[in-house]
């Protein structure tokens, strides 16, 4: 019953070339959608994050669509840089009392010189 | 400097023994969590506290207890340890109780034997 799923467990791209993550969530309730960075060894990190009103959020290098319809939200990096290898864990939040993230089980992207 | 932290990172112990998890964080947040990391990388909230009051408590065995002597702190306390419990354990915090973005420790690794 996981309400937020990723189903690419990892990913390959070669540096400079666009990386393209991709979470699927059946709950459509959910208020946001965030992407988390983890390195071995340390706890993940925030890095982008969208309201569920709204259907593309970008900061720099990274982009998130959200698409209701499908209940799908996808990650975008480009250029994809080696510093950027990494597991990436897409979230979902409902923020109803209290805030409770609701995580995939994160893709490990490699990026390849 | 780190803003939030735990101890110990690593942690072997045998079944049946009793063990603690604690969390600092230095960044003045109202709310704290524990997720745990599952052995297929889910993380999943256990617990969550809002100025020391007890907010989520998802289905979680009782033999985990969590206390929070102060908002700045979150021990996790665990009773009778089973194999079941080897995870990843991550403290969180976060600005208030609807604030989006999370602030990861580095994680626990609890490994029981």
């Known amino acids: 019953d996981q309400q937020v799923k990723q189903n690419s467990p990892s990913l390959s791209v070669q540096e400079g070339r666009i990386s393209i993550l991709n979470c699927d969530y059946t709950?459509?309730?959910?208020?946001?959608f965030l992407w988390y960075k983890k390195y071995p060894a340390e706890g993940p990190t925030f890095l982008i994050s969208i309201s569920s009103i709204k259907d593309k959020n970008e900061d720099g290098r990274f982009t998130v669509f959200l698409n209701k319809s499908a209940k799908h939200l996808s990650l975008h990096i480009v250029p994809s840089q080696p510093g950027d290898s990494a597991v990436y864990f897409c979230a979902a939040l409902r923020i109803q009392g209290a805030q409770k993230l609701v995580f995939g089980q994160g893709t490990r992207l490699t990026i390849n010189p | 400097d780190t803003a939030v932290s735990q101890t110990p990172k690593y942690l072997v112990t045998q079944m049946g023994n009793d063990k603690s998890i604690k969390c600092e964080q230095n960044?003045?947040?109202?709310?704290m969590y524990w997720y745990k990391q599952d052995s297929k990388k889910f993380l999943k909230i256990m617990f969550s506290?809002?100025?020391?009051?007890?907010?989520i408590n998802e289905t979680v065995p009782n033999r985990f207890s969590p206390k929070s002597p102060d908002k700045a702190h979150l021990n996790l306390h665990i009773n009778s340890l089973e194999l079941g419990d080897s995870a990843v354990y991550f403290c969180?915090?976060?600005?208030?109780?609807?604030?989006?973005?999370?602030?990861f420790g580095q994680g626990t690794r609890l490994t029981v034997v």
């Open positions: 960044l003045g947040h109202d709310t």
């Open positions: 969180a915090s976060t600005a208030d109780r609807t604030n989006t973005e999370a602030f």
């Open positions: 506290y809002n100025n020391k009051e007890l907010i």
């Open positions: 709950n459509s309730m959910f208020d946001y």
